[in-house]
């Protein structure tokens, strides 16, 4: 993973180079940020610098024998840790499907990465004790042959109490050794492992960045790349899977789905609930971001100011005739019911009842009236 091939953030590129360059390279780091936001990539792409043999002023040579191994992520001390669906196994036993997995796409979310590895069950992901164990005794054997032996732990929010047996090594890890945390959510991480980590902030990608990206990667066209930009916001997984999908493929069933929840009628929610419901559950996960992120749009542009939305024109149109309907109550109530939406569309539930329970709901949300002060 070169350095170019990460969509923007030019600036955290320079500092982590100017970083390696100094010998100022902090052990222990967690790269934060969100999904889409290419935290993943640019901790491989800074592990690989760090080890070239010839590394240049902006980016590692990509030819020296450290950085062949590391572009197949196959360098015998490149560690890798990830969240896993079978409690037995390590991380370790199933490394070629996470190198295949992140040739595809080193912008994955840990959904998209449990799917892939267990596509039929739905089970949660997991890192176990035994994981931490093993990278522990991993990282006391000597490095065969970097500079610095690297161990990458993906999604530290999986660790819950089994991340306490880290925080010795954390704090002090084995000499030559850096450890990086890649994770999205601070929240979701242990206090005791982030107080041990410098922080690495990965910002979302900007519009600029991503639009280009879209042109100059998948051949999009100006107005294509710079709509689907705006709607991905800074997340470059999201705007893959809008790629595939129609532009305007969301918002058509969108305004139908509101309408129908605003009419309440089950003949009329029916259909469409089917419609959603058949998509997929990964177009349904983004229909249902889509969806959250209209009705903050459309309540921006009764309440605040009109230029900081982020939609359409034809978007815009559905807009000003929806957004009378919300008000600081209901807007709480849809977006957080949105939000359990996607948590449980992720975990196996039955799409079909969720969505005409979520129908009913913000039907009688937006019929709410506004209270008067
Ligand atoms: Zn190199």
Same mark, same amino acid.
């Given at each position: 993973?070169?350095?170019?091939?990460?969509?923007?953030?030019?600036?955290?590129?320079?500092?982590?180079?100017?970083?390696?360059?100094?010998?100022?390279?902090?052990?222990?780091?967690?790269?934060?940020?969100?999904?889409?936001?290419?935290? &993943?990539?640019?901790?491989?792409?800074?592990?690989?610098?760090?080890?070239?043999?010839?590394?240049?002023?902006?980016?590692?040579?990509?030819?020296?024998? %450290?950085?062949?191994?590391?572009?197949?992520?196959?360098?015998?001390?490149?560690?890798?840790?990830?969240?896993?669906?079978?409690?037995?196994?390590? %991380?370790?036993?199933?490394?070629?499907?996470?190198?295949?997995?992140?040739?595809?796409?080193?912008?994955? %979310?840990?959904?998209?990465?449990?799917?892939?590895?267990?596509?039929? %069950?739905?089970?949660?992901?997991?890192? @176990?004790?035994?994981?931490?164990?093993?990278?522990?005794?991993?990282?006391?054997?000597?490095?065969?042959?970097?500079?610095?032996?690297? #161990?990458?732990?993906?999604?530290?929010?999986?660790?819950?109490?089994?991340?306490?047996?880290?925080?010795?090594? &954390?704090?002090?890890? !084995?000499?030559?050794?850096?450890?990086?945390?890649?994770?999205?959510?601070?929240?979701?991480?242990?206090?005791?492992?982030?107080?041990?980590? #410098?922080?690495?902030?990965?910002?979302?990608?900007?519009?600029?960045?991503?639009?280009?990206?879209?042109?100059?990667?998948?051949?999009?066209? $100006?107005?294509?790349?710079?709509?689907?930009?705006?709607?991905?916001?800074?997340?470059?997984?999201?705007?893959?899977?809008?790629?595939?999908?129609?532009?305007?493929?969301?918002?058509?069933?969108?305004?139908?789905?509101?309408?129908?929840?605003?009419? $309440?009628?089950?003949?009329?929610? #029916?259909?469409?609930?089917?419609?959603?419901?058949?998509?997929?559950?990964?177009?349904?996960? /983004?229909?249902?971001?889509?969806?959250?992120?209209?009705?903050?749009?459309?309540?921006?542009?009764?309440?605040?100011?009109?230029?900081?939305?982020?939609? /359409?024109? @034809?978007?815009?149109?559905?807009?000003?005739?929806?957004? !009378?309907?919300?008000?600081?109550?209901?807007?709480?109530?849809? @977006?957080?019911?949105?939000?359990?939406?996607?948590?449980?569309?992720?975990?196996?539930?039955?799409?079909?009842?969720?969505?005409?329970?979520?129908?009913?709901?913000?039907?009688?949300?937006?019929?709410?009236?506004?209270?008067?002060?």
């Amino acid at each position: 993973m070169l350095f170019k091939d990460i969509i923007g953030h030019q600036e955290l590129k320079d500092k982590l180079i100017s970083l390696t360059k100094t010998g100022r390279i902090s052990h222990t780091q967690l790269f934060l940020g969100s999904e889409g936001s290419g935290n &993943l990539a640019m901790a491989i792409a800074f592990s690989q610098y760090v080890n070239c043999l010839n590394p240049g002023e902006t980016d590692s040579c990509g030819t020296c024998t %450290s950085c062949l191994k590391f572009d197949k992520y196959t360098h015998p001390d490149l560690h890798f840790t990830f969240p896993i669906t079978s409690p037995n196994k390590l %991380s370790k036993e199933v490394i070629e499907n996470w190198r295949s997995a992140l040739l595809e796409n080193p912008y994955l %979310s840990d959904f998209d990465w449990l799917q892939k590895l267990n596509s039929e %069950s739905n089970k949660q992901g997991n890192i @176990t004790s035994e994981e931490c164990r093993d990278i522990i005794s991993g990282l006391g054997l000597k490095s065969y042959e970097a500079k610095y032996k690297t #161990q990458i732990i993906w999604q530290p929010e999986y660790l819950l109490n089994s991340g306490n047996i880290l925080l010795k090594l &954390l704090e002090e890890p !084995p000499v030559g050794t850096l450890i990086i945390l890649v994770g999205n959510n601070t929240e979701k991480i242990l206090a005791t492992i982030l107080s041990r980590a #410098q922080l690495v902030k990965v910002p979302r990608i900007n519009d600029i960045d991503m639009t280009k990206a879209l042109i100059e990667r998948h051949e999009c066209d $100006q107005q294509k790349a710079s709509d689907i930009a705006r709607l991905a916001d800074g997340n470059y997984n999201m705007a893959m899977a809008l790629l595939h999908i129609e532009q305007d493929g969301y918002f058509d069933l969108f305004s139908r789905w509101m309408r129908a929840c605003y009419g $309440q009628k089950i003949n009329d929610i #029916q259909p469409v609930v089917d419609e959603i419901s058949t998509s997929g559950r990964e177009y349904v996960k /983004n229909f249902l971001h889509y969806t959250s992120q209209m009705i903050r749009s459309a309540f921006i542009y009764r309440f605040a100011k009109k230029e900081m939305l982020r939609v /359409n024109q @034809t978007e815009m149109g559905f807009l000003v005739k929806f957004s !009378p309907f919300l008000h600081d109550a209901n807007l709480e109530q849809i @977006t957080h019911s949105l939000d359990d939406a996607v948590f449980h569309a992720e975990r196996n539930a039955n799409l079909k009842i969720m969505f005409l329970n979520l129908s009913l709901y913000i039907g009688r949300q937006l019929k709410t009236p506004v209270k008067s002060v």
